[in-house]
C-alpha cells in the first residue's frame, strides 16, 4: 500500500525556522516526483514546488521561490519543506504528494498544519 | 487570482448529474497538457479523481467522467450521491509558470 506519512502540527513564532517532513513508503521514492501544495484556511490549493529524488532536480512556483526550500533524502524515503524565517501568513495546511510523472500528483500526505503566531 | 477559472459552487439532488468546467489557457489546457481533477472531502487530504483528461485511478466510480475541449476540461458525476460533497479542484502544467496550476476549487452541495 502507498502511504505518505506527514511530520506533525507545529506551532511557531514569526520570524523561527521550521523543517517539515514527508516518508512515503509502498513506492519506489526515488523514482517519483514528491511535491507540496500549500491550502490556506478556507482556501484553494496551491503549488509550491516539486523534487525528484532520484537526481534532486527541484522546481519552484515562482510565488514559492526563495521563500521555502524544498529538499529530499533518498536513503530515507523522505522529502523536506524549510523555512529560514516564518511569517503569519504562512499559517496553512501542507500536503506532500507524490507522482510518477511530473504533472500528476498520484498519492497525498495526510497533511502538516503550520501555525505560525506571535 | 487561480490561472485555471471553477464555478465556485455546484450542486445537485442524488441521483441527479452534475458538471464542473475548468477553464484555462494556451500555455495549460490549450497546450495538451493532462488535465487532473482532485476530491477533497471534509476535513481530508485531496485524492485523485481523474488524471490524462479522462482515466480514473483503480477505486473510483464509473460515475465520474472527465473530458476536456480546447482550453477547456469538464469533471462529470452522474448518480450524484450524499458522500460526494466536498470540494473538487482540477489541475495542470503551465509551461509559462514551469510547474502545476489549480483552479480556484469548486464545492459540490447534494441537496
Known amino acids: 500500500e502507498v502511504q505518505l506519512v506527514q511530520s506533525g502540527a507545529e506551532v511557531k513564532k514569526p520570524g523561527e525556522s521550521l523543517k517539515i517532513s514527508c516518508k512515503g513508503s509502498?513506492?519506489?521514492?526515488?523514482?517519483?516526483?514528491i511535491g507540496w501544495v500549500r491550502q490556506m484556511p478556507g482556501k484553494g490549493l496551491d503549488w509550491m514546488g516539486i523534487?525528484?529524488?532520484?537526481?534532486?532536480?527541484?522546481r519552484y512556483s515562482p510565488s514559492f521561490q526563495g521563500q521555502v526550500t524544498i529538499s529530499a533524502d533518498k536513503s530515507i524515503d523522505t522529502a523536506y519543506l524549510q523555512w529560514s524565517s516564518l511569517k503569519a501568513s504562512d499559517t496553512a495546511m501542507y500536503f506532500c504528494?507524490?507522482?510518477?510523472?511530473?504533472?500528476?500528483?498520484?498519492?497525498w500526505g495526510q497533511g502538516t498544519l503550520v501555525s505560525v503566531s506571535s | 487570482q487561480s490561472v485555471l477559472t471553477q464555478p465556485p459552487s455546484v450542486s445537485g439532488a442524488p441521483g441527479q448529474r452534475v458538471t464542473i468546467s475548468c477553464t484555462g489557457s494556451?500555455?495549460?489546457?490549450?497546450?495538451?497538457?493532462?488535465v487532473q481533477w482532485y476530491q477533497q472531502l471534509p476535513g481530508t487530504a485531496p485524492k485523485l479523481l481523474i488524471y490524462?483528461?479522462?482515466d480514473r485511478p483503480s477505486g473510483v466510480p464509473d460515475r465520474f467522467s472527465g473530458s476536456t475541449s480546447g482550453t477547456s476540461a469538464s469533471l462529470t458525476i452522474t448518480g450524484l450521491q450524499a458522500e460526494d460533497e466536498g470540494d473538487y479542484y482540477c489541475?495542470?502544467?503551465?509551461?509559462?509558470?514551469?510547474?502545476?496550476?489549480f483552479g480556484g476549487g469548486t464545492k459540490l452541495t447534494v441537496l
Open positions: 490524462g483528461d479522462t
Open positions: 504528494v507524490a507522482g510518477q510523472h511530473l504533472e500528476i500528483g498520484d498519492y
Open positions: 494556451s500555455s495549460n489546457i490549450g497546450a495538451a497538457y493532462d
Open positions: 509502498g513506492f519506489n521514492f526515488p523514482t517519483y516526483w
Open positions: 523534487i525528484y529524488p532520484g537526481d534532486s532536480d527541484t
Open positions: 489541475q495542470s502544467y503551465d509551461s509559462s509558470l514551469s510547474g502545476w496550476v
